[in-house]
């Protein structure tokens, strides 16, 4: 038995992570993420199509340079 299956045993495996592979690895019961955490798994190529996907959104619902950028933080959040 490998240390996470004991530690499984005695309390609940969380992860506070945005890399989706790594959830799906260690199959925590809840997971959590921050600002900095969707930064570093948006800046991987492996998701960056949910970037274009946020991007793509927010030129849809406005012209503003500003309120695009908005619009795309708040996606992204979603997304990830």
């Known amino acids: 038995m490998n240390s996470l299956e004991q530690l499984r045993q005695y309390s ?3 992860a506070d992570i945005g890399d989706f592979e790594s959830i799906l690895a260690y199959r925590p019961v809840d ?3 921050n600002p900095s955490l969707i930064y570093v ?3 991987q ?7 274009e996907k946020a991007v793509s ?9 500003k309120h695009q950028l ?3 933080l708040d996606e992204i959040a979603l997304l990830f």
């Open 45 to 51: 190529e492996k998701y960056r199509y949910l970037v």
């Open 70 to 72: 908005s619009i795309c």
């Open 31 to 33: 997971a959590t993420t």
């Open 57 to 65: 959104i927010a030129k849809r619902k406005s012209f503003d340079p």
């Open 41 to 43: 798994a948006a800046c």
């Open 12 to 14: 609940k495996v969380v």
